[in-house]
């Protein structure tokens, strides 16, 4: 979601999530789709070139607390002291975690913490990734991500992220990864179709059926659900329970099934609890 906010030849432009509006006086000129690609933060040109005077401003929920990365590993099952068997998945950590850039309203427009995972060779990244790191004495990192705070107090470049210090045991986190892609899947498996009669003389079994009226409105709307890739999209799990925090292994247990399959990156931070971490407005 981002707020762009556009001055020149009288246009004034408002982007919202995905929305573009263009207005010129009172009148609306025209109204389309924009993509987050689109949005160039800092562009300007002349008037003979079109428009000036671009301001991008980026708005993000917050973070309930700062989060890590860290490497699916698998599932396993855990038995507690009281003898109850949970489900858990693994979660390691390669080095890093290190706090790479601190963002603020003075410099940045918000406030946010810029954190690196996983160390790679230099010949990994590119010469503007590789600066970005240099300015603060990083390792080089594969992974960066940020995570949008109310106060970044307390944070500074170079600094490293225990694990034990962030999360204790009972803690309920949020997990957030790519799902596992399933490729092209049918409607009885991506969207829990139910089939039709499969003995002989049925000319329906697995096909989706009827997708809209012929007359009236005489095509398909939009958003109708049908075959598909599936998976390999953006997930989040939320308040998953901390099991265990292992620090001689440098790894944590959490109850339940994460996104991805193991190897995959997975985001981690506190849940989200309204009132209580979040201020209901």
Same mark, same amino acid.
């Given at each position: 979601? =981002? ?31 924009i993509a987050p690609s ?53 979660? =390691? ?83 957030? =990864? ?7 899947? =049918? ?29 009236t409105p005489g095509r ?16 989040k799990i939320r308040k ?42």
């Open positions: 979601m =981002g707020v762009v906010s556009i001055a020149s030849h009288g246009l004034s432009v408002a982007v919202g999530p995905g929305l573009l509006q263009r207005k010129r006086s009172n009148s609306m000129v025209g109204v389309g789709i689109m949005l160039q933060m800092g562009s300007s040109r002349s008037r003979k070139g079109g428009m000036r005077g671009i301001e991008v401003v980026a708005m993000a929920s917050f973070e309930a607390g700062i989060g890590v990365m860290g490497t699916k590993l698998g599932m396993m099952t855990y038995i507690e002291p009281e003898g109850k068997v949970v489900p858990v998945t693994v979660v =390691g950590f390669r080095e890093g975690n290190i706090v790479t850039q601190v963002k603020t309203s003075a410099t940045d427009g918000y406030d946010a913490v810029q954190v690196g995972y996983r160390r790679v060779r230099d010949t990994k990244l590119t010469k503007p990734e590789l600066g970005h790191l240099q300015k603060t004495g990083s390792i080089p990192m594969r992974h960066l991500q940020e995570f949008r705070l109310q106060s970044v107090d307390g944070f500074e470049p170079g600094q490293r992220l225990a694990i034990e210090e962030i999360f204790k045991e009972g803690d309920l986190v949020d997990v957030c =990864g790519n799902s596992i892609g399933k490729g092209f899947q =049918g409607g009885i498996k991506r969207h829990n179709f139910a089939r039709g009669p499969m003995s002989h003389g049925s000319k329906s079994h697995r096909q989706l059926g009827s997708i809209g009226a012929g007359t398909v709307y939009k958003g109708k659900k049908m075959p598909g890739r599936m998976g390999g999209v953006k997930t998953l329970p901390v099991v265990k925090i292992d620090t001689d292994l440098r790894a944590i247990l959490i109850k339940g099934a994460l996104p991805g399959k193991p190897g995959n990156l997975l985001r981690i931070t506190p849940a989200k609890i309204v009132g209580k971490n979040i201020p209901k407005n």
